[in-house]
């Protein structure tokens, strides 16, 4: 490969990986081709970007960022692949999904809301962190139970006394 289509490939990565909020460094070598097809397929569907990469080139763009990734380097080691995603949990659950058949991907690294995590052990967590749009959803609800307490008491309140009027009418 010439040096002039490296630095194109450099530049792109380091492009890639400052636009990208959230991506993940996995390990899918030793996967047949129906599971990487499998695997390709399901991140096709889920809007997750998998690309594989020389881990040069892959720590030369990561020197090029903006972010610190330096943490990351040392799992620069073998084959590597990113997974990009808008949503920092959605590789994680679904390399969970893809464990329960196959040994395959390994997480080396993952970077999820501006935290690296680094090793394979890691997976459960990155699987729980709740996204963006979830925590919105968390604090909405909480928000909106209060209201609704609030509410129905004075609605079982209004009809209690409804209630009362009309016995006390009618003892009359």
Same mark, same amino acid.
């Not at 792109?12 to 990986?17: D, E, R, V, Y």
């Not at 380097?73 to 196959?102: C, Q, Y």
């Given at each position: 490969?010439?040096?002039?289509?490296?630095? /194109?490939?450099?530049?792109?990565?380091?492009?890639?990986?400052? !636009?990208?909020?959230? *991506? &993940?460094?996995?390990?899918?070598? $030793?996967? +047949?081709? !129906?599971?990487?097809?499998?695997?390709?397929?399901?991140? *096709? !569907?889920?809007? %997750?970007?998998?690309?594989?990469?020389? +881990? @040069?080139?892959?720590?030369?763009?990561?020197?090029?960022? $903006?972010?610190? &990734?330096?943490?990351? *380097?040392?799992?620069?080691?073998?084959? @590597?692949? /990113?997974?990009?995603?808008?949503?920092?949990? %959605?590789?994680?659950?679904?390399?969970? $999904?893809?464990?329960?058949?196959?040994?395959?991907?390994?997480?080396?690294?993952? &970077?999820?809301?501006?935290?690296? &995590?680094?090793?394979?052990?890691?997976?459960?967590?990155?699987?729980?962190?709740?996204?963006?749009?979830?925590?919105?959803?968390?604090?909405?609800?909480?928000?909106?139970?209060?209201?609704?307490?609030?509410?129905?008491?004075?609605?079982?309140?209004?009809?209690?006394? @409804?209630?009362?009027?009309?016995?006390?009418?009618?003892?009359?």
């Amino acid at each position: 490969m010439k040096r002039e289509d490296k630095a /194109i490939i450099i530049n792109n990565l380091a492009q890639k990986l400052k !636009e990208a909020s959230h *991506f &993940y460094l996995t390990d899918i070598s $030793e996967l +047949n081709a !129906e599971d990487s097809s499998n695997l390709r397929r399901k991140c *096709f !569907e889920k809007e %997750i970007e998998l690309i594989v990469v020389k +881990n @040069t080139l892959l720590k030369k763009a990561m020197e090029q960022s $903006e972010a610190d &990734y330096s943490e990351m *380097f040392d799992v620069l080691k073998d084959a @590597t692949s /990113i997974m990009f995603t808008e949503t920092g949990n %959605i590789p994680g659950k679904l390399i969970k $999904e893809l464990r329960k058949k196959s040994d395959k991907p390994i997480v080396k690294a993952a &970077y999820v809301e501006e935290n690296v &995590y680094l090793g394979d052990d890691q997976l459960d967590a990155l699987a729980n962190i709740k996204s963006k749009n979830e925590l919105i959803a968390d604090v909405i609800s909480l928000l909106q139970s209060p209201a609704k307490n609030v509410v129905s008491a004075l609605q079982s309140g209004g009809q209690i006394v @409804t209630g009362v009027l009309k016995t006390l009418s009618e003892k009359e």
